[in-house]
């Protein structure tokens, strides 16, 4: 019984919610956890009070789990016990009124102009052969043009890119959608790119924008990761410091240090709260501190 609730919640997640894949896979892990910690207890999601709720939370804890990864679980046993409790499988929700450890409140990781330019010269270089040059440079270009997730650049459907356009419908978390424009480096980078994969007859038929060999006809997001990885290090920068996240990060902060409206920002990157956003305002104070201490004549200790 206690597998299949787990599967009627992922299903009405998937269903009313329109839950993106990732999103399923942690809800179906974080409730497996505790299930398995209720069972080796005795209890089961049946039986569960908001004292063995809150117990569960001590254990993460005692783990050495971040606030962040608790704090989603407790996500999870919430969304988890409200399904229950409105499909009538329990009469009472045990973790209707618990609250969270919160988050740590880190600043994203971002990259200068200067940095960013490095990265799009190295990205033009690297591959073998030209044509994954072409490629790579489009693949960098759209990142930094747009702020899309990493998932939403390799998954692009070709017909989203045809016709020379000037904005791409991009398909997000949820399956929303959203219109994100391209400046004319990435135009003219996505151009050349869709010039020599229309060439390539591997290629042609393929769905995909960036087609691949496996199972999901795409470029896969490791895969991705380490190509970025490559163009890093080529480019003089340290490898640990630039992800494709690094690269959305990049496009949101130069945006808002550019006079970008916050909302502006917000929906080019597919965020429901303005709140996440705001913290690309703490990213830009952080870096005007670091420049008066680290250039004012007077700052020196």
């Known amino acids: 019984m206690e597998e299949r609730w787990i599967s009627l919640f992922l299903d009405a997640q998937a269903a009313d919610v329109g839950a993106a894949r990732n999103t399923l896979l942690a809800y179906?892990?974080?409730?497996?956890?505790?299930?398995?910690?209720?069972?080796?207890?005795?209890?089961?999601?049946?039986?569960?009070?908001?004292?063995?709720?809150?117990?569960?939370?001590i254990f993460c804890d005692a783990q050495g789990l971040s606030k962040a990864t608790r704090?989603?679980?407790?996500?999870?046993?919430?969304?988890?016990?409200?399904f229950l409790h409105d499909e009538g499988l329990r009469e009472d929700n045990p973790a209707i009124r618990l609250k969270g450890p919160g988050t740590d409140?880190?600043?994203?990781?971002?990259l200068s102009i200067d940095e960013v330019d490095r990265l799009l010269d190295s990205a033009r270089d690297r591959g073998r052969g030209d044509t994954l040059q072409v490629r790579n440079r489009c693949l960098l270009?759209?990142?930094?043009?747009?702020?899309m997730?990493?998932?939403?650049?390799?998954?692009?459907?070709?017909?989203?890119?045809?016709?020379?356009?000037?904005?791409?419908?991009?398909?997000?978390?949820?399956g929303k959608e959203r219109l994100v424009p391209l400046s004319p480096p990435a135009r003219e980078a996505l151009i050349a790119w869709?010039?020599?994969?229309?060439?390539?007859?591997?290629?042609?038929?393929?769905?995909?924008?960036?087609?691949g060999r496996g199972a999901t006809g795409h470029l896969t997001r490791e895969y991705f990761f380490r190509l970025i990885q490559q163009i890093a290090a080529d480019a003089g920068i340290a490898p640990s410091r630039v992800t494709p996240h690094t690269l959305r990060h990049a496009f949101a902060t130069h945006l808002l240090a550019g006079g970008a409206d916050l909302r502006a920002i917000q929906l080019m990157l597919?965020?429901?709260?303005?709140?996440?956003?705001?913290?690309?305002?703490?990213?830009?104070?952080?870096?005007?501190?670091?420049?008066?201490?680290?250039?004012?004549p007077l700052a020196k200790d």
């Open 71 to 82: 704090a989603r679980r407790l996500v999870s046993i919430r969304q988890f016990y409200r």
């Open 141 to 147: 270009e759209l990142l930094y043009a747009t702020g």
């Open 270 to 296: 597919g965020h429901a709260d303005i709140g996440t956003v705001e913290i690309y305002t703490h990213v830009l104070d952080e870096q005007l501190k670091n420049l008066v201490l680290n250039h004012h």
């Open 194 to 211: 869709l010039e020599r994969r229309d060439a390539d007859e591997a290629e042609a038929d393929s769905k995909f924008l960036f087609p």
């Open 149 to 174: 997730r990493v998932s939403e650049l390799v998954g692009l459907p070709i017909a989203a890119a045809r016709g020379d356009p000037q904005m791409l419908l991009v398909r997000g978390k949820g």
């Open 28 to 57: 179906g892990r974080d409730l497996k956890d505790f299930l398995s910690w209720l069972e080796r207890r005795g209890g089961s999601f049946a039986t569960a009070d908001r004292a063995a709720v809150e117990d569960y939370l």
């Open 105 to 110: 409140k880190r600043l994203p990781g971002t």
